[in-house]
């Protein structure tokens, strides 16, 4: 017998899953008689299931409205298994309040209820007060915004901020690129003006780190961090001849000495830490960072277009990278007719299994993979 059965849905504000038929079959031929409980989401959707002939669920097409699309947006596919492996609607019915279910509790998550009316009337007119010119970024819900400025020396920032449901009551949750923790004064009286100017004013404070930092990364070879961030306090810089000095910069006074550490072989590294104790003196806080470190060390730091492959092999001489794991190479044959450098869990991991290797503590004794000649490994805790 054809016929044309289309199965109506409806998830209603009561509690109640409802069925209506379009053909003269009841709801009792088809089993549909006993209502499920529904949970207290308190908004109503509707649904169209069309079944065919033989009331196959994986030959039935679902139709929704388009917030329940909306809701459903990424879960398809599981709906989709969802109506292949059921064995009857009422089975499905189930599955897909389950699947609901889940749906709406993400959304509510990533989405929570919405604040009172005044909580937007106020964030649109603190944000025309700041000026439109500084948004850069606001969400649907409008609870996480970004502000843009510059500091004195032209260089662009941001700020993210995470506003709460009772803002301005509570404080928001401010995300910053800074080398020292940015924490804000706040009241109930405080609104986006205020974090924006305490956001400013931190800027102004962090200007001469920003300035040493840009010199040093625009004048000299960085290797480590590739990408240097603006929270970002430290730097590898090439020296040439596979050695480099990694050096940690105080925000807070960073034109004063920085720690320092060598990184290559001893027949190049050693003559630089004499000079650094020798001429520690000579060290002046009105001059740059970088002009400091040239004067100490009685050196000129090789730009990167400057160094030639021969000057500063990058590659491991084991694994034949450059990055591993996010470390580069920094333990160096101390031959200088090899001078080939290696990544440390790669030199330590040959050294292990050389029989004529031997250990003393956390130092490894052996021969390079390259020359042949005496090299030594001190490990660090993380390659333990």
């Known amino acids: ?17 409802n069925f209506i038929l379009s053909d003269n079959r009841s709801a009792k031929d088809e089993n549909l008689s006993e209502p499920f409980q529904y949970f207290p989401q308190g908004r109503d959707f509707h649904l169209r299931i069309e079944l065919p002939e033989d009331l196959q669920m994986k030959n039935a097409r679902l139709l929704c409205s388009w917030q329940l ?19 009857d609607l009422m089975s499905f019915l189930m599955e897909l309040k389950m699947v609901l279910e889940v749906a709406l509790k993400k959304k509510q998550e990533l989405c929570p209820p919405p604040p009172p009316p005044q909580f937007y009337s106020s964030l649109i007119e603190e944000i025309g007060i700041l000026g439109w010119d ?20 032209g260089r662009k920032h941001l ?12 404080s ?61 306090t430290a730097r590898r810089i090439a020296l040439g001849n596979n050695a480099s000095i990694h050096i940690e910069v105080d925000p807070k006074h960073p034109t004063m000495l920085p720690e320092c550490c060598f990184l290559g072989a001893d027949h190049v590294v050693k003559p630089l830490g004499i000079k650094l104790s020798r001429n520690i003196h000579l060290w002046d ?28 092999s990058m590659d491991c001489g084991i694994c034949y990278s450059y990055q591993l794991d996010g470390a580069i190479p920094d333990q160096v044959c101390d ?43 001190k490990m660090s805790g993380r390659k333990s």
Not at 159 to 170: C, D, Q, R, S, V
Not at 197 to 206: D, I, K, P, T
Not at 285 to 312: C, G, M
């Open 172 to 232: 928001p949750d401010c995300f910053v690129d800074f080398p020292v923790p940015f924490s804000v004064s706040w009241t109930p009286q405080s609104s986006l003006i205020s974090i924006y100017g305490q956001f400013l004013a931190a800027l102004e404070s962090l200007k001469a780190f920003w300035d040493v930092t840009d010199e040093i990364d625009e004048k000299t070879w960085v290797l480590e961090p590739e990408k240097p961030t603006r929270s970002a």
């Open 134 to 153: 500084k948004l850069v970024f606001v969400d649907t819900c409008l609870s996480t915004i970004k502000l843009k400025a510059e500091d004195a020396s």
């Open 1 to 17: 017998m054809a016929f044309d059965l289309l199965k109506w849905l409806d998830f209603a504000h009561k509690g109640l899953w």
């Open 69 to 87: 699309k909306t809701i459903l947006n990424g879960y398809h596919q599981i709906v989709q298994q969802r109506m292949q492996h059921s064995p």
């Open 159 to 170: 700020i993210t901020l995470k506003l709460k449901a009772k803002y301005p009551a509570e």
């Open 285 to 312: 806080p009105e001059n740059s960072l970088l002009q400091n470190l040239k004067d100490v060390l009685e050196i000129d730091f090789p730009a990167r277009t400057n160094l030639e492959k021969s000057d500063f």
């Open 335 to 377: 031959n200088p007719q090899c001078a080939q450098p290696f990544h440390q869990i790669c030199l330590y991991e040959w050294l292990r299994g050389l029989l004529t290797s031997r250990q003393s503590f956390n130092i490894i004794f052996g021969e390079c993979p390259y020359c042949s000649k005496p090299i030594t490994l």
